[in-house]
């Protein structure tokens, strides 16, 4: 059986186990992971890390440097983020979605890693070795 572990802002874990990072995703997304997370069936252990507009951007910023694969919503973005979104995409880890297609039109710019859903990335995630 495998273990899941949720982590957010301060707590960081250091292990070998399977490990994303889910920023500002919405409470469908999260729902979706579950669902997700109860079919695999590949006896992992998997750590996820969340954001979700916290005042702690450091700690965000130290969880995506990590080089784990990350969801970055941009249309669930506050304020407190905005100011790093740019630096965020550009990073080859972070995949990022948006309905918006002007916020498409100005992101497809830096990276090439727009999502069509979170359920694309997530499959991604649990089929990547």
């Not at 969801?71 to 880890?93: E, F, G, H, M």
Request: hydrophobic share 35%; charged share 25%; net charge neutral.
């Amino acid at each position: 059986m495998n273990k899941i572990n949720l982590i957010s802002p301060p707590d960081k874990l250091y292990n070998n186990h399977k490990t994303f990072n889910l920023v500002c995703a919405t409470q469908k997304e999260k729902e979706n992971l579950s669902f997700a997370l109860s079919k695999n069936n590949k006896g992992e252990d998997i750590d996820i890390y969340v954001y979700n507009n916290e005042n702690n951007l450091l700690w965000l910023l130290d969880v995506i440097n990590r080089k784990n694969y990350t969801y970055l919503n941009l249309d669930n973005l506050q304020d407190n983020v905005v100011q790093y979104t740019s630096y965020i995409v550009s990073l080859p880890n972070v995949y990022y979605y948006t309905k918006d297609l002007k916020t498409k039109a100005i992101y497809e710019l830096i990276s090439t890693n727009l999502v069509e859903s979170f359920d694309k990335f997530i499959e991604k995630v649990l089929n990547d070795k």
